[in-house]
Protein backbone atom coordinates (compact mmCIF):
# COMPACT_ATOMS: atom_id res chain seq x y z
CA UNK A 1 0.00 0.00 0.00
CA UNK A 2 2.14 2.76 -1.41
CA UNK A 3 -0.23 4.51 -3.37
CA UNK A 4 -1.56 7.89 -2.51
CA UNK A 5 -5.12 8.87 -4.23
CA UNK A 6 -5.79 12.64 -3.70
CA UNK A 7 -7.37 15.09 -4.96
CA UNK A 8 -5.67 18.04 -6.97
CA UNK A 9 -5.64 20.49 -4.36
CA UNK A 10 -4.46 17.12 -2.11
CA UNK A 11 -1.57 16.91 -3.84
CA UNK A 12 -0.56 19.92 -3.87
CA UNK A 13 -0.07 19.73 -0.28
CA UNK A 14 1.57 16.72 -0.72
CA UNK A 15 4.06 17.97 -2.89
CA UNK A 16 5.10 20.47 -0.69
CA UNK A 17 6.39 17.71 1.40
CA UNK A 18 10.17 16.76 2.17
CA UNK A 19 11.18 14.62 -0.71
CA UNK A 20 12.51 12.23 1.95
CA UNK A 21 9.17 11.86 3.19
CA UNK A 22 8.03 11.33 -0.43
CA UNK A 23 9.97 9.22 -1.44
CA UNK A 24 8.71 5.76 -2.25
CA UNK A 25 4.78 6.82 -1.97
CA UNK A 26 3.07 6.93 -5.12
CA UNK A 27 0.47 9.64 -5.75
CA UNK A 28 -2.62 9.16 -8.32
CA UNK A 29 -5.20 11.97 -8.58
CA UNK A 30 -8.86 11.38 -7.12
CA UNK A 31 -10.91 11.97 -10.22
CA UNK A 32 -14.39 10.61 -8.61
CA UNK A 33 -17.13 12.64 -7.03
CA UNK A 34 -19.25 12.61 -5.02
CA UNK A 35 -21.41 15.37 -4.02
CA UNK A 36 -23.38 13.83 -0.86
CA UNK A 37 -27.18 15.62 0.40
CA UNK A 38 -28.44 15.04 3.59
CA UNK A 39 -31.46 12.77 2.04
CA UNK A 40 -28.43 10.56 0.58
CA UNK A 41 -27.03 10.09 4.15
CA UNK A 42 -30.62 9.15 5.94
CA UNK A 43 -31.37 6.92 3.05
CA UNK A 44 -27.63 5.15 3.68
CA UNK A 45 -28.48 5.58 7.62
CA UNK A 46 -31.85 2.97 6.69
CA UNK A 47 -29.33 0.67 4.87
CA UNK A 48 -27.24 0.36 7.80
CA UNK A 49 -26.15 -2.77 9.05
CA UNK A 50 -24.12 -4.46 11.61
CA UNK A 51 -23.20 -7.51 13.10
CA UNK A 52 -20.35 -7.72 15.65
CA UNK A 53 -21.51 -8.18 18.99
CA UNK A 54 -19.46 -5.66 20.46
CA UNK A 55 -21.15 -2.60 18.17
CA UNK A 56 -24.76 -3.89 18.75
CA UNK A 57 -24.11 -3.50 22.71
CA UNK A 58 -23.02 -0.55 21.89
CA UNK A 59 -26.16 0.54 20.15
CA UNK A 60 -27.82 -0.79 22.60
CA UNK A 61 -26.09 1.11 25.52
CA UNK A 62 -27.16 4.35 23.26
CA UNK A 63 -30.17 4.35 23.33
CA UNK A 64 -30.48 3.82 27.06
CA UNK A 65 -28.11 6.99 27.59
CA UNK A 66 -29.65 9.78 29.99
CA UNK A 67 -28.18 12.83 28.71
CA UNK A 68 -26.20 14.17 25.64
CA UNK A 69 -22.93 14.05 28.16
CA UNK A 70 -23.47 10.12 28.64
CA UNK A 71 -23.77 9.43 24.81
CA UNK A 72 -21.16 11.40 24.29
CA UNK A 73 -18.20 9.62 27.08
CA UNK A 74 -19.90 6.36 25.62
CA UNK A 75 -18.30 6.71 22.19
CA UNK A 76 -15.10 8.41 23.50
CA UNK A 77 -15.04 5.39 25.28
CA UNK A 78 -15.12 2.79 21.98
CA UNK A 79 -13.03 1.52 20.06
CA UNK A 80 -13.30 -0.32 16.85
CA UNK A 81 -10.48 -2.92 16.74
CA UNK A 82 -11.40 -6.24 16.05
CA UNK A 83 -14.68 -5.26 14.13
CA UNK A 84 -14.79 -7.01 11.17
CA UNK A 85 -13.97 -5.81 7.75
CA UNK A 86 -17.71 -5.70 6.48
CA UNK A 87 -19.22 -3.64 9.56
CA UNK A 88 -16.25 -0.99 9.49
CA UNK A 89 -16.96 -0.21 6.00
CA UNK A 90 -21.24 -0.19 7.13
CA UNK A 91 -19.71 2.91 9.04
CA UNK A 92 -17.69 4.47 6.50
CA UNK A 93 -20.47 4.26 4.24
CA UNK A 94 -22.82 5.41 6.39
CA UNK A 95 -20.39 8.37 6.99
CA UNK A 96 -19.65 9.23 3.29
CA UNK A 97 -16.64 10.46 1.78
CA UNK A 98 -16.90 13.82 2.74
CA UNK A 99 -15.54 13.70 6.61
CA UNK A 100 -12.67 11.77 5.20
CA UNK A 101 -12.00 14.15 2.92
CA UNK A 102 -11.34 16.57 6.07
CA UNK A 103 -9.38 14.39 7.77
CA UNK A 104 -7.29 13.71 5.00
CA UNK A 105 -6.74 17.33 4.40
CA UNK A 106 -5.98 17.70 8.40
CA UNK A 107 -3.66 14.84 8.14
CA UNK A 108 -1.72 16.17 4.72
CA UNK A 109 -1.24 19.62 7.20
CA UNK A 110 0.49 17.83 9.29
CA UNK A 111 2.52 14.66 8.37
CA UNK A 112 5.84 14.08 9.69
CA UNK A 113 7.15 10.59 9.60
CA UNK A 114 6.68 7.49 6.87
CA UNK A 115 3.44 6.17 9.11
CA UNK A 116 1.92 9.30 9.13
CA UNK A 117 1.78 8.67 5.13
CA UNK A 118 0.70 5.02 5.85
CA UNK A 119 -2.12 6.09 7.94
CA UNK A 120 -3.16 9.18 4.96
CA UNK A 121 -2.87 6.13 2.41
CA UNK A 122 -5.30 3.79 4.53
CA UNK A 123 -7.72 6.61 4.68
CA UNK A 124 -7.55 7.59 1.04
CA UNK A 125 -8.32 3.88 -0.34
CA UNK A 126 -11.02 3.74 1.79
CA UNK A 127 -12.49 7.02 0.54
CA UNK A 128 -11.69 6.26 -3.07
CA UNK A 129 -13.26 2.67 -2.08
CA UNK A 130 -16.57 4.97 -1.12
CA UNK A 131 -16.50 7.50 -4.54
CA UNK A 132 -16.60 4.30 -6.70
CA UNK A 133 -19.69 2.73 -5.02
CA UNK A 134 -21.27 6.37 -4.98
CA UNK A 135 -19.62 8.57 -7.97
CA UNK A 136 -22.86 7.12 -10.10
CA UNK A 137 -24.98 8.81 -6.72
CA UNK A 138 -25.03 12.12 -6.26
CA UNK A 139 -28.45 13.63 -5.67
CA UNK B 1 -33.74 8.95 27.93
CA UNK B 2 -32.41 11.48 25.21
CA UNK B 3 -34.33 9.69 22.67
CA UNK B 4 -37.43 9.08 21.45
CA UNK B 5 -39.53 6.67 19.94
CA UNK B 6 -41.18 7.78 17.28
CA UNK B 7 -39.92 9.88 14.07
CA UNK B 8 -40.57 13.63 14.79
CA UNK B 9 -42.69 14.10 11.19
CA UNK B 10 -45.76 12.30 12.85
CA UNK B 11 -46.07 13.85 16.24
CA UNK B 12 -49.29 12.98 17.32
CA UNK B 13 -51.27 12.82 13.85
CA UNK B 14 -51.61 9.06 13.63
CA UNK B 15 -53.22 8.70 17.39
CA UNK B 16 -55.70 11.52 16.47
CA UNK B 17 -56.35 9.49 13.14
CA UNK B 18 -57.03 6.33 15.01
CA UNK B 19 -58.96 7.47 17.94
CA UNK B 20 -61.48 9.54 15.01
CA UNK B 21 -61.93 6.58 13.17
CA UNK B 22 -62.26 3.97 16.41
CA UNK B 23 -64.95 6.94 17.70
CA UNK B 24 -66.41 6.86 13.96
CA UNK B 25 -67.16 3.38 13.77
CA UNK B 26 -68.33 2.85 17.21
CA UNK B 27 -70.96 5.44 16.59
CA UNK B 28 -71.45 4.83 13.16
CA UNK B 29 -75.27 1.99 12.95
CA UNK B 30 -74.51 -1.36 12.24
CA UNK B 31 -75.97 -1.70 8.94
CA UNK B 32 -73.94 1.48 7.94
CA UNK B 33 -70.55 0.07 8.99
CA UNK B 34 -71.61 -3.33 7.20
CA UNK B 35 -72.36 -1.29 4.05
CA UNK B 36 -69.53 0.88 3.73
CA UNK B 37 -66.73 -1.36 4.65
CA UNK B 38 -68.39 -4.90 3.71
CA UNK B 39 -68.25 -6.49 7.11
CA UNK B 40 -70.26 -6.33 10.26
CA UNK B 41 -69.52 -4.05 13.21
CA UNK B 42 -68.20 -6.66 15.86
CA UNK B 43 -65.91 -7.85 13.12
CA UNK B 44 -64.27 -4.19 12.14
CA UNK B 45 -64.19 -3.39 15.98
CA UNK B 46 -62.19 -6.51 16.92
CA UNK B 47 -59.86 -5.89 13.51
CA UNK B 48 -58.53 -2.55 14.31
CA UNK B 49 -55.86 -3.60 16.75
CA UNK B 50 -52.72 -2.38 14.61
CA UNK B 51 -52.52 1.35 13.29
CA UNK B 52 -52.35 -0.38 10.00
CA UNK B 53 -55.82 -1.70 10.21
CA UNK B 54 -56.83 1.48 11.70
CA UNK B 55 -55.49 3.09 8.99
CA UNK B 56 -57.29 1.19 6.38
CA UNK B 57 -60.83 1.74 7.63
CA UNK B 58 -59.93 5.25 8.19
CA UNK B 59 -59.63 5.15 4.04
CA UNK B 60 -62.71 2.98 3.10
CA UNK B 61 -64.22 5.96 5.32
CA UNK B 62 -63.46 8.31 2.89
CA UNK B 63 -65.98 9.32 0.44
CA UNK B 64 -68.42 8.71 3.32
CA UNK B 65 -68.00 11.68 4.81
CA UNK B 66 -71.79 13.31 4.71
CA UNK B 67 -72.61 9.93 6.87
CA UNK B 68 -69.71 10.61 8.92
CA UNK B 69 -70.40 13.86 10.14
CA UNK B 70 -74.14 12.72 11.34
CA UNK B 71 -72.00 10.71 14.17
CA UNK B 72 -68.78 13.25 14.51
CA UNK B 73 -70.25 16.46 12.89
CA UNK B 74 -66.54 17.82 13.77
CA UNK B 75 -65.02 15.09 11.04
CA UNK B 76 -62.45 16.80 8.77
CA UNK B 77 -61.96 14.86 5.61
CA UNK B 78 -59.05 17.12 4.61
CA UNK B 79 -57.30 16.66 7.76
CA UNK B 80 -57.65 12.87 7.24
CA UNK B 81 -56.69 12.48 4.25
CA UNK B 82 -53.20 14.85 4.64
CA UNK B 83 -52.84 12.83 7.98
CA UNK B 84 -53.49 8.80 5.59
CA UNK B 85 -51.53 9.92 2.73
CA UNK B 86 -48.52 12.79 3.27
CA UNK B 87 -47.40 12.22 6.84
CA UNK B 88 -44.80 9.87 8.46
CA UNK B 89 -41.96 8.19 7.18
CA UNK B 90 -41.53 6.26 3.76
CA UNK B 91 -42.51 2.83 5.45
CA UNK B 92 -45.87 4.64 7.23
CA UNK B 93 -46.73 6.44 4.22
CA UNK B 94 -46.44 3.15 1.71
CA UNK B 95 -48.75 1.11 4.42
CA UNK B 96 -51.70 3.09 4.53
CA UNK B 97 -51.51 3.95 0.89
CA UNK B 98 -50.85 0.03 -0.05
CA UNK B 99 -52.62 -1.35 2.95
CA UNK B 100 -50.23 -3.70 3.66
CA UNK B 101 -48.29 -4.04 7.39
CA UNK B 102 -45.46 -1.53 7.61
CA UNK B 103 -43.10 -4.57 9.40
CA UNK B 104 -44.01 -6.23 5.80
CA UNK B 105 -42.93 -2.53 4.13
CA UNK B 106 -40.05 -2.84 5.89
CA UNK B 107 -38.82 -6.05 4.77
CA UNK B 108 -39.74 -5.42 1.48
CA UNK B 109 -37.80 -2.11 1.78
CA UNK B 110 -34.58 -4.35 2.44
CA UNK B 111 -34.22 -5.95 -1.09
CA UNK B 112 -33.96 -4.60 -4.76
CA UNK B 113 -36.29 -7.09 -5.99
CA UNK B 114 -39.15 -5.85 -2.67
CA UNK B 115 -38.84 -2.51 -3.49
CA UNK B 116 -39.17 -2.84 -7.09
CA UNK B 117 -42.54 -4.66 -5.92
CA UNK B 118 -43.25 -1.80 -3.86
CA UNK B 119 -43.23 0.61 -6.89
CA UNK B 120 -45.26 -1.48 -8.79
CA UNK B 121 -47.68 -1.46 -6.20
CA UNK B 122 -47.80 2.11 -5.91
CA UNK B 123 -48.40 2.94 -9.60
CA UNK B 124 -50.94 0.19 -9.50
CA UNK B 125 -52.79 2.32 -6.34
CA UNK B 126 -51.86 5.87 -7.61
CA UNK B 127 -55.38 6.30 -9.23
CA UNK B 128 -57.65 4.25 -6.67
CA UNK B 129 -55.57 6.83 -4.27
CA UNK B 130 -56.40 9.43 -6.26
CA UNK B 131 -59.85 9.04 -6.35
CA UNK B 132 -59.87 9.41 -2.57
CA UNK B 133 -57.20 12.52 -2.69
CA UNK B 134 -56.92 13.93 -5.69
CA UNK B 135 -53.93 16.15 -4.61
CA UNK B 136 -51.85 12.85 -3.62
CA UNK B 137 -48.69 13.00 -5.45
CA UNK B 138 -46.62 10.01 -5.56
CA UNK B 139 -43.41 11.49 -6.62
CA UNK B 140 -41.96 12.31 -3.50
CA UNK B 141 -42.40 8.60 -2.49
CA UNK B 142 -40.98 7.42 -5.88
CA UNK B 143 -38.66 9.51 -5.20
CA UNK B 144 -37.58 7.71 -2.22
CA UNK B 145 -38.10 4.79 -3.61
CA UNK B 146 -35.72 5.03 -6.40
CA UNK B 147 -32.65 6.62 -3.90
CA UNK B 148 -32.66 3.47 -1.66
CA UNK B 149 -32.20 1.27 -5.15
CA UNK B 150 -29.52 3.53 -5.61
CA UNK B 151 -27.94 2.84 -2.07
CA UNK B 152 -28.64 -0.35 -2.22
CA UNK B 153 -26.55 -0.66 -5.70
CA UNK B 154 -23.71 1.41 -4.44
CA UNK B 155 -23.55 -0.88 -1.06
CA UNK B 156 -22.99 -4.15 -3.59
CA UNK B 157 -20.55 -1.97 -5.85
CA UNK B 158 -18.50 -1.14 -2.67
CA UNK B 159 -19.19 -5.05 -1.09
CA UNK B 160 -17.66 -6.40 -4.80
CA UNK B 161 -15.11 -3.81 -4.98
CA UNK B 162 -13.67 -4.86 -0.69
CA UNK B 163 -13.07 -8.24 -2.72
CA UNK B 164 -11.84 -7.64 -5.67
CA UNK B 165 -8.30 -8.84 -6.77
CA UNK B 166 -7.13 -5.33 -7.47
CA UNK B 167 -8.84 -4.01 -4.04
CA UNK B 168 -8.91 -6.90 -1.59
CA UNK B 169 -5.61 -6.78 -0.52
CA UNK B 170 -5.23 -3.04 -0.26
CA UNK B 171 -8.42 -2.98 1.64
CA UNK B 172 -7.49 -5.17 4.31
CA UNK B 173 -4.39 -3.49 4.67
CA UNK B 174 -6.16 -0.04 4.58
CA UNK B 175 -8.87 -1.20 7.86
CA UNK B 176 -5.60 -3.24 9.09
CA UNK B 177 -4.30 -0.03 9.68
CA UNK B 178 -7.62 1.59 11.44
CA UNK B 179 -7.12 -0.79 14.60
CA UNK B 180 -4.23 1.43 15.47
CA UNK B 181 -6.08 4.71 14.76
CA UNK B 182 -7.84 5.13 18.04
CA UNK B 183 -5.04 6.67 19.98
CA UNK B 184 -3.37 7.83 16.80
CA UNK B 185 -6.28 9.79 15.10
CA UNK B 186 -9.21 9.38 17.60
CA UNK B 187 -11.29 11.92 15.59
CA UNK B 188 -11.44 8.91 12.65
CA UNK B 189 -12.59 6.81 15.49
CA UNK B 190 -15.04 9.18 16.82
CA UNK B 191 -16.64 9.55 13.68
CA UNK B 192 -16.78 6.07 12.92
CA UNK B 193 -18.72 5.89 16.62
CA UNK B 194 -20.56 8.64 15.92
CA UNK B 195 -22.09 7.26 12.55
CA UNK B 196 -22.24 4.12 14.52
CA UNK B 197 -24.84 5.99 16.97
CA UNK B 198 -26.38 7.55 14.16
CA UNK B 199 -26.81 4.51 12.44
CA UNK B 200 -27.65 2.51 15.61
CA UNK B 201 -31.05 4.10 16.31
CA UNK B 202 -32.05 3.10 12.42
CA UNK B 203 -34.59 1.25 14.23
CA UNK B 204 -36.84 4.03 14.91
CA UNK B 205 -35.00 5.86 16.90
CA UNK B 206 -33.59 9.26 17.30
CA UNK B 207 -31.63 11.83 18.87
CA UNK B 208 -34.25 14.39 19.66
CA UNK B 209 -33.01 17.94 19.05
CA UNK B 210 -29.31 17.14 21.07
CA UNK B 211 -28.09 15.91 17.23
CA UNK B 212 -25.57 19.35 17.10
CA UNK B 213 -24.28 18.93 20.46
CA UNK B 214 -23.61 15.76 20.54
CA UNK B 215 -21.19 15.85 17.99
CA UNK B 216 -19.59 18.83 19.43
CA UNK B 217 -19.05 17.10 22.39
CA UNK B 218 -17.27 14.36 20.96
CA UNK B 219 -15.23 16.65 19.71
CA UNK B 220 -16.54 16.73 15.47
CA UNK B 221 -17.59 20.03 15.46
CA UNK B 222 -13.65 21.26 15.31
CA UNK B 223 -13.13 18.99 12.14
CA UNK B 224 -16.21 19.39 10.80
CA UNK B 225 -16.30 23.55 10.70
CA UNK B 226 -19.01 23.95 13.34
CA UNK B 227 -21.98 22.02 15.27
CA UNK B 228 -24.39 22.91 12.08
CA UNK B 229 -21.98 21.70 9.72
CA UNK B 230 -21.70 18.49 12.06
CA UNK B 231 -24.84 17.78 11.69
CA UNK B 232 -25.22 18.39 7.92
CA UNK B 233 -22.64 15.57 7.62
CA UNK B 234 -24.15 13.06 9.85
CA UNK B 235 -27.61 13.18 10.54
CA UNK B 236 -29.13 11.63 12.81
CA UNK B 237 -32.43 10.72 11.60
CA UNK B 238 -33.99 8.13 8.97
CA UNK B 239 -35.08 8.84 5.89
CA UNK B 240 -38.76 10.41 5.53
CA UNK B 241 -40.69 12.14 3.07
CA UNK B 242 -40.80 15.83 3.58
CA UNK B 243 -43.77 17.49 4.95
CA UNK B 244 -46.41 18.74 2.56
CA UNK B 245 -44.69 21.79 1.07
CA UNK B 246 -41.50 21.56 3.14
CA UNK B 247 -39.05 19.91 0.12
CA UNK B 248 -36.85 16.93 -0.08
CA UNK B 249 -34.36 18.75 2.35
CA UNK B 250 -36.88 19.47 5.02
CA UNK B 251 -35.46 19.01 8.28
CA UNK B 252 -36.70 18.55 12.17
CA UNK B 253 -36.06 22.11 13.87
CA UNK B 254 -32.30 22.70 15.06
CA UNK B 255 -31.09 21.87 18.32
CA UNK B 256 -30.80 24.72 21.55
CA UNK B 257 -27.02 26.15 21.35
CA UNK B 258 -24.60 23.73 21.43
CA UNK B 259 -21.53 24.47 24.37
CA UNK B 260 -18.50 23.05 22.94
CA UNK B 261 -16.68 20.63 25.19
CA UNK B 262 -12.95 22.03 26.39
CA UNK B 263 -10.00 20.40 25.83
CA UNK B 264 -10.94 17.42 23.32
CA UNK B 265 -7.54 17.28 21.39
CA UNK B 266 -6.27 18.22 18.50
CA UNK B 267 -7.51 16.87 14.99
CA UNK B 268 -5.86 14.12 13.93
Given at each position: ?????LF??????F?K??N?????????E?T??F???D?H???????????D????T????A???????E??????ET????V?D???????????????????Q???????A????????????I?N?L??SL?KQ?? | ??F?AT??E??G???R?ES?T?EI??????????????RTK?D???D???????H???????G??D????????F?????????F?VGS??Q?????LGI?E????S????????????????G?E???K????S??????E?????????I???D??A??????????V??R????L?S????H???TT?L?A???????AG??Y????W?????????G???????????M?????????HP??????????S?S?T???G?????
Amino acid sequence: MNTLYLFADEKQLFDKLPNELKEGWQVEEETLSFEDSDVHRKMRMRFFRIHDPKLETFCDQAKKADSVEELANLVQETDLSAVNDADLMELFFVLGPEPLTLVIQNLLNEISADSDLEDLAALTVIRNSLLTSLQKQSV
Amino acid sequence: MIFAATPPETPGNTTRLESSTREIVNKLGDEDVQRILGRTKADIVNDMQHPEDVHRVSRSLLGHEDLIRTVQPEFDGEQTRRELFDVGSIEQRLSILLGIKEQEVQSQMDTLQGIKNLQEHLKGQESEIKELDPSFNSAELEEGLKLAIEVIEAKDVLAKDMKSPEKAGVMRRALDKLTSFPKKHPIVTTLLVAALAAGGMAGGLYLAGNWELFLTNVGLGKILGSAEGAGEMIPPTLYTPPHPGGGMLDMPPPSSSPTPQPGLGTIT
